[in-house]
């Protein structure tokens, strides 16, 4: 997988890849490229022809160097329930979220049949890149959201996995009277803060580091388990 700084976008890096794919078309016997890569990733050959729509968003990700953000499964309801645990579901789309779909019109996770990625917001629109679309086609849609469960936000997984900044507030005073003592401020207490605010500082720092490294181990180790939904072969529309 691809390194990429925070800086860049996860939005746009997702997107410049799944573009240049649009017009795939699956080969006889449901084989396609993204089924054959999610074989060889999880050295199980019964995704070579399995049903491919969220197994392309996998392949896509590890291209676009985003896969911790946003995930690499090939069974959508298991995909969906990971973005829940990591406070990243939601009902709003927006450009660069998943959006999962139950073609019967539930809106259960268990339900869910097909995944795609928004492209744009228009009109009380959702315009998507899907794959496995008519069963063979990688390609554009407009969709309205009568069949959307909801969606996943990498931006949101990502906040969850790298911790967000914590700025602590003092009083202007405290971090300067040591240096130079004023009348009315206890040197003592001014201490005092300064070392708590150091402690703190660095039990954040402490804290966001374990936290990043128990949620990337725990990804992946789903990722690893991940199976094709039942429902989808017949689902996906």
């Known amino acids: 997988m691809l390194e990429r700084s925070h800086d860049d976008t996860i939005t746009q890096d997702l997107l410049s890849v799944v573009t240049r794919e649009l017009g795939y078309r699956e080969k006889p016997g449901q084989h396609t490229k993204f089924g054959a890569w999610y074989a060889d990733l999880t050295k199980d ?3 070579k022809n399995a049903p491919w729509c969220d197994m392309f968003i996998a392949w896509a990700a590890d291209q676009a160097g985003v896969t911790d953000y946003v995930g690499e499964f090939a069974w959508t309801p298991s995909h969906a329930r990971w973005f829940e645990q990591h406070q990243a579901w939601t009902d709003q789309p ?5 959006v999962f779909f139950d073609w019967s019109g539930g809106g259960s996770i268990k339900g869910i049949d097909h995944v795609g990625i928004v492209e744009k917001v228009e ?3 959702i315009h998507t890149i899907e794959a496995n679309v008519d069963r063979v086609w990688l390609k554009r849609k407009v969709r309205d959201e009568s069949k959307v469960v909801g969606y996943g936000l990498p931006r949101k997984v990502r906040d969850a996995v ?4 914590v700025s602590v507030d003092l009083r202007p005073d405290a971090v300067t009277a040591v240096a130079n003592p004023t009348p009315g401020l206890d040197p003592t207490a001014t201490i005092a803060t300064a070392v708590l605010a150091v402690a703190l500082a660095a039990s954040v720092v402490a804290t966001g580091v374990h936290v990043r490294r128990f949620a990337l181990s725990t990804g992946r180790h789903r990722r690893k388990r991940a199976t094709p939904s039942p429902a989808t072969p017949a689902g996906e529309k």
């Open 162 to 165: 790298t911790g967000t900044p």
């Open 45 to 47: 050959p019964q995704y």
């Open 123 to 125: 009109n009380g629109k």
């Open 94 to 98: 927006e450009p660069g979220a998943l």
